[in-house]
């Protein structure tokens, strides 16, 4: 099994906090010549409207309800479109803030994915899809009494088949 930590999937929620994180990962690539797979994933919601109106109505009187509301939904859709197209433009800037981070005869760019559903499952399939054989994640500052790792973190590493590093962001007193 191949541990050179040459592709690397970096998934983030956009903080703040994730910023450390991706400089490690960019030292990482540097040092191993690699790449890196930046993702974000718009959650979806546990139980989808869709499912709840064919419950509440059936699914003959659904498929009237779309049928007469198509436009607005064509128009949630491209919401959802551009939600997605400005998550891309967040991440090719934190890419492009870090620039300056990448070694001399670097020339391998990031690769930018953006999806839509369950985080923890999507961070999963992602590594398995792109062949990663790292995944490196960002826990969040937060108040003494809250944990430094989420349950989606957690459920990560649980669950994943490659190795998953978890870089605090910086102000954090390790112990």
């Known amino acids: ?4 930590n040459k592709n690397i999937l970096f998934a983030t929620d956009l903080s703040n906090d994730c910023r450390d994180a991706y400089s490690y990962a960019l030292n990482l690539a540097n040092t191993y010549q690699g790449n890196i797979t930046l993702l974000h994933v718009i959650a979806a919601q546990p139980v989808s409207l869709e499912k709840r109106i ?10 009237e309800i779309m049928r007469e509301h198509e436009q607005d939904a064509r128009s949630i859709l491209i919401g959802k479109r551009k939600e997605s197209d400005l998550v891309k433009a967040a991440l090719n800037k934190l890419a492009e803030d870090f620039s300056a981070l990448r070694s001399e005869g670097s020339v391998q760019e990031d690769k930018i994915l953006v999806k839509k559903g369950d985080v923890v499952e999507e961070i999963i399939n992602t590594a398995q899809e792109q062949e990663n054989d790292l995944i490196i994640l960002s826990s969040h500052a937060s108040s003494p009494q809250e944990s430094y790792v989420s349950k989606t973190i957690q459920d990560v590493i649980r ?17």
């Open 1 to 4: 099994m191949n541990r050179e």
């Open 54 to 63: 064919k419950n509440l109505f059936g699914e003959a009187r659904y498929e």
């Open 159 to 175: 669950r994943s088949k490659i190795p998953v590093i978890v870089v605090p962001p910086s102000g954090i007193v390790q112990l």
